[in-house]
């Protein structure tokens, strides 16, 4: 069974700095990895998606990689900024369920303040 | 358009109402997820539709009924739910069901008196 672990659970930093979030997986047998926000009582954004034959992607101050073979997945926000407060998910996918079926499994979430 | 549009956007119902929550993606996807979320917590699945076809359901109360009129539509129908039925829940699609990328939409907060 795929189990997916987010290190820390809880993140405050004065704004400017660069962070990494990581994310763990158990299973190394994955299609993709995808990083989420979400803002309190809201939907989840996507942020990126890797794919298993890829090491890394890119978007704006976003720089997610990926290590497969050692289970692990990073993000990177560069400059972090207030506005980047809220929780970051990662979702592993496809995981195959007892019933047979695939699903993404996710993360617990990393909360991220980032204050003036 | 990577938009999920999710109605209502806040839902407060009695144990013996029934009311149906609505999904809609118009980016020609042809899986859609149900995702319940409690307070933080990750999202738990509920159900997939792929190709307009139930594929999965993670054992899921009866009380709660899916239904997917068309390859752009979602609906979650909701019967006799309990207090500890208050939850958001979200609305997902993708390409094809688990190896591509997910949009989400907003969600529903539910509340169950």
């Known amino acids: 069974k795929q189990e997916v672990t987010q290190i820390p659970a809880a993140l405050s930093v004065p704004e400017g700095e660069n962070l990494v979030l990581n994310c763990s997986f158990t299973?190394?047998?994955?299609?993709?990895l995808q990083w989420f926000r979400q803002d309190p009582g809201k939907g989840l954004t996507s942020l990126l998606l890797?794919?298993?034959?890829?090491r890394e992607q890119t978007s704006g101050r976003l720089n997610a990689s990926l290590d497969k073979s050692s289970g692990r997945s990073t993000l990177y926000i560069a400059a972090s900024q207030p506005g980047d407060s809220a929780t970051y998910l990662c979702a592993v996918g496809p995981t195959l369920t007892s019933g047979g079926s695939y699903i993404p499994t996710f993360g617990r979430g990393t909360s991220l303040i980032v204050h003036p | 358009d990577t938009e999920v549009t999710q109605t209502p956007k806040h839902l407060v119902m009695g144990m013996t109402n029934k009311k149906s929550l609505k999904c809609e993606q118009h980016?020609?996807?042809?899986?859609m997820y149900w995702y319940k979320q409690k307070a933080k917590k990750p999202p738990e699945l509920m159900f997939v539709?792929?190709?307009?076809?139930?594929?999965i359901n993670e054992s899921v109360p009866s009380r709660f009924s899916p239904e997917c009129p068309n390859s752009s539509l979602l609906n979650l129908h909701l019967h006799a739910l309990q207090p500890e039925d208050s939850a958001l829940y979200l609305c997902?699609?993708?390409?094809?069901?688990?190896?591509?990328?997910?949009?989400f939409g907003p969600g529903t907060r539910l509340t169950v008196l």
């Open positions: 299973d190394s047998a994955i299609y993709n």
């Open positions: 890797i794919q298993s034959s890829q």
């Open positions: 980016m020609g996807h042809r899986a």
């Open positions: 997902a699609s993708s390409q094809v069901v688990g190896v591509d990328e997910q949009f």
């Open positions: 539709y792929s190709y307009e076809k139930l594929s």
